[in-house]
């Protein structure tokens, strides 16, 4: 047991003092995180105020009516007079205003009509949701006229024409009656991390695998350069010097790890979930990635081959595990593929924690993990020392 | 023609690293395709609903699921479907209560839109209220004429259905304006365009830092050294490194251009351009990665600054979250890295179909920046093949 940690101590020095543990470990994954966090804008539930304009052409009741209308709509929180259709463009393109009414002459033009008056609403084509909010603005202050207008075609329809007063009656009418259907707005938490945790998390877990490395690799460095030979030869158990490699890349892939978390949760408000959900889960992602490089290692005939293969299926599974970008919309067929990465795992475990869920939510993506890390674990456990013994 | 032989040499010893083959080849082509199956294509919106088994409900379902790029799926209470929201199988939900055509004529009806927050659902939403609209005018209307007519409201209903088109008093007509971005090009594109060029672009760089270790090698090995014993001028030696580390990063160029072309049926715009953008873009690299095999002591640290900053300055640049979504101080921060350029050259070319004389600044500035970079590099490799290393 000494044996063990006293080797154990004696790598992680190593590794302390070689600057490459802290560049795959710290460096490049924060740096990473902290660069996408500048740049993919956080998808806050922001209060939409917008700023229109309103080209009035007509100047006619309807048109007061509307302008008037926007004054008492909440998300509106500023509305500018435009003096025409080119203006209203100009200005919504350029980013002035986030949309624009034009009201054509004509529009207030009562009766019973040929066809109806247009409302033009100007709006960038990009910008989402100001966009979706600025037409069902128009469409709500629409639907009590267009309401009257279905109504009167209605009534013409069982009536030899209209009365003259039908207009007037039908119109205090539809006033008077409350819209049949009222559409209330609820909220679904988001079983899925905001984009800034994602992307953070799924470069530490992409690392990781970087990370944890160095325990197996020093094994076949010691091999080759001779040194595995005289620990061999003192008296120390064999399973020992292994025991004390495994342990190495543990320690390293739990110290960078927690490091990240705190950091990116600290600098970049990452939220990572539930604590000690969050600690079981990079735990065993700890011991599913050491595991693995384990026995790739173990598989290797020279620490250089290890180290290429050790990249190899940590790109490979980062991949297609959603550890550069997610993988959720991808075609059916990809699903089998994702459950065999041990990312898709960890990254889907702290989904299930993003909704505020306690430790237990991310049990079976810890469960799956763990899996991994058995399985990895007991194929290392035999191969090992083979190759030790090489 | 030394230089040329120094260059070949180092092309060959890249080619024949078979640990190569996996960076090189196989994995900028599966990050295409991977990039193109999740952002490519165009995705139907899913709406889960819940509706009870009324004619008015029915109604309101078909006429929403009528549209295109709206696929509707039921789920049997709320509580699943906004744990199908919550789970992304959806994107957003709408509840209808039951006995909903009879509260319709009593105009007491009400129905629940349930959306996740920052989620794709948002964009169902105007399309969700206007059919719900829809169907509510056609109900008060019906309830008006109604009381004016005396004839059954049903009557009126089932004679002037929400779906067909109704008569209205006014028109709400969207125009449209900008369109500098991502939603309007992206229209015409293939599934994988988009993927393609940023990746070429990441991996060309990232595959010259990384083979900036093979120049260490030389160092390391005293190959530099011999070279200068033998009658050859240090100018050749610097102009066959400098050629060699060109060749590898062409070599990765061409090699995802074409792959992504024969594999993805990728286009990339118009030849002439192309091929400038990955000459002018690969001499960058080189630069770059011939300047920190100048620089880095041994195999591991270029290894790690080359990955380090290869991914940071791709990130940067637009080859991992495109360019357009960045906020505006970032975007202009990433006009530093060669990647920006190169990114909105290709982008020129490739979505919006422009020649190589709308590319020209970009291409100048690429320009300059690989000739400074070379310079540099030049200057520290004559520096330290006087120091004999």
Redesign the interface.
């Known amino acids: 047991m000494r044996a063990l940690l006293t080797i154990t101590g004696k790598d992680l020095r190593q590794r302390l003092r070689?600057?490459?543990a802290y560049?795959?470990g710290l460096?490049?994954p924060l740096?990473?995180a902290l660069?996408?966090g500048?740049?993919?804008?956080g998808?806050?539930?922001e209060e939409l105020s917008l700023t229109v304009g309103v080209a009035d052409l007509d100047g006619g009741q309807l048109a007061d009516q509307f302008r008037s209308s926007l004054g008492s709509v909440g998300a509106i929180e500023e509305v500018t007079e435009l003096p025409d259709a080119a203006a209203a463009?100009r200005a919504?393109?350029e980013g002035e205003l986030d949309a624009a009414y034009?009201l054509p002459e004509g529009f207030s033009a009562v009766g019973p009509?040929a066809r109806?008056?247009?409302?033009?609403?100007?709006?960038?084509?990009?910008?989402?949701?100001p966009?979706?909010v600025a037409?069902?603005i128009?469409?709500?202050?629409?639907?009590r006229?267009?309401?009257?207008?279905?109504?009167?075609?209605?009534?013409a329809?069982?009536?030899d024409g209209l009365e003259p007063d039908?207009v007037d009656?039908?119109s205090q009418?539809?006033a008077r009656?409350?819209?049949?259907?009222?559409?209330?707005?609820?909220?679904?938490?988001?079983?899925?991390l905001?984009i800034t945790t994602y992307l953070a998390a799924g470069m530490a877990v992409f690392f990781l695998f970087f990370t944890v490395q160095f325990g197996v690799l020093s094994l076949l460095e010691e091999r080759e350069n001779g040194t595995l030979d005289r620990l061999r030869v003192a008296p120390i158990r064999g399973r020992a010097i292994l025991g004390a490699k495994v342990l190495t890349s543990v320690a390293l892939g739990l110290v960078s790890m927690t490091v990240l978390v705190l950091a990116t949760t600290v600098l970049l408000d990452a939220r990572w979930g539930d604590p000690a959900g969050v600690a079981v889960l990079v735990v065993s992602g700890v011991l599913a990635a050491s595991a693995i490089v384990a026995v790739v290692g173990a598989l290797a005939r020279t620490a250089?081959q290890a180290s290429?293969w050790q990249?190899?299926i940590a790109?490979?599974l980062g991949?297609l595990g959603g550890s550069?970008?997610?993988?959720?919309?991808?075609?059916g067929w990809?699903e089998p593929l994702r459950k065999l990465s041990p990312h898709h795992w960890f990254l889907d475990g702290l989904g299930q924690l993003a909704?505020g869920g306690g430790p237990t939510e991310a049990l079976p993506a810890t469960g799956a993990l763990l899996a991994f890390a058995g399985a990895a674990g007991v194929l290392a456990a035999f191969l090992l020392p083979r190759a030790r013994a090489a | 023609m030394r230089a040329l032989a120094i260059a070949r040499n180092t092309v060959s010893r890249f080619v024949r690293d078979r640990s190569n083959l996996f960076f090189v080849l196989v994995f900028p082509l599966a990050l295409v395709l991977l990039l193109g199956l999740q952002f490519g294509g165009a995705q139907d919106l899913v709406l889960a609903f819940v509706a009870p088994d009324d004619d008015a409900a029915r109604e309101l379902v078909t006429d929403i699921g009528s549209r295109e790029g709206i696929e509707v799926v039921q789920y049997q209470t709320r509580q699943d479907a906004v744990q199908g929201v919550s789970d992304n199988d959806a994107d957003a939900a709408l509840v209808l209560f039951p006995r909903h055509t009879d509260a319709l004529q009593a105009g007491e009806a009400t129905a629940e839109f349930i959306t996740r927050p920052g989620g794709a659902g948002e964009t169902l939403r105007p399309i969700v209220s206007e059919a719900v609209g829809r169907q509510a005018v056609v109900s008060t209307a019906a309830g008006a004429a109604a009381e004016v007519t005396g004839q059954p409201a049903e009557r009126f209903v089932g004679a002037f259905p929400a779906s067909a088109d109704l008569p209205s008093a006014i028109d709400v007509l969207q125009v449209s304006v900008g369109g500098d971005g991502l939603g309007d090009d992206l229209g015409g594109l293939g599934r994988f365009e988009l993927g393609a060029s940023t990746q070429l672009v990441l991996f060309v760089f990232i595959t010259s830092l990384t083979a900036a270790a093979g120049l260490i090698q030389e160092r390391n090995l005293g190959l530099v050294t011999r070279m200068l014993s033998t009658p050859t001028r240090t100018r050749e030696v610097i102009v066959g490194t400098a050629l060699g580390r060109l060749g590898i990063a062409l070599l990765q160029g061409v090699y995802i251009m074409v792959g992504a072309q024969v594999l993805f049926g990728v286009g990339w715009g118009h030849p002439v351009g192309a091929l400038a953008i990955l000459v002018v873009f690969s001499a960058v690299s080189a630069g770059a990665g011939m300047l920190l095999g100048t620089l880095a002591r041994n195999d591991a640290q270029a290894n790690g600054i080359g990955v380090g900053l290869g991914l940071g300055l791709a990130a940067l640049g637009g080859s991992m979250v495109p360019l357009e979504v960045f906020p505006d101080t970032m975007r202009r921060v990433a006009s530093i890295t060669p990647h920006a350029w190169a990114n909105r050259a290709f982008a020129d070319l490739v979505r919006r179909d422009l020649g190589p004389s709308a590319i020209a600044p970009e291409l100048a500035v690429l320009a300059a920046m690989a000739i400074a970079l070379l310079a540099a590099a030049v200057w520290r490799l004559r520096q330290v093949t006087a120091a004999g290393s």
Do not use: K
């Open positions: 070689d600057r490459s560049l795959y460096v490049v740096g990473l660069l996408f500048l740049i993919v804008p998808f806050e539930d463009e919504v393109d034009v009509r109806p008056a247009r409302l033009d609403v100007v709006v960038r084509v990009d910008d989402a949701l966009r979706h037409i069902s128009a469409e709500g202050f629409a639907q006229r267009n309401t009257v207008a279905v109504a009167l075609a209605m009534v329809s069982v009536s039908a009656r039908t009418i539809v009656r409350p819209p049949a259907i009222t559409l209330e707005q609820g909220t679904a938490g988001d079983d899925e905001d250089e290429t990249a190899i790109i490979v991949m550069f970008f997610p993988l959720s919309d991808a075609p990809l909704n």
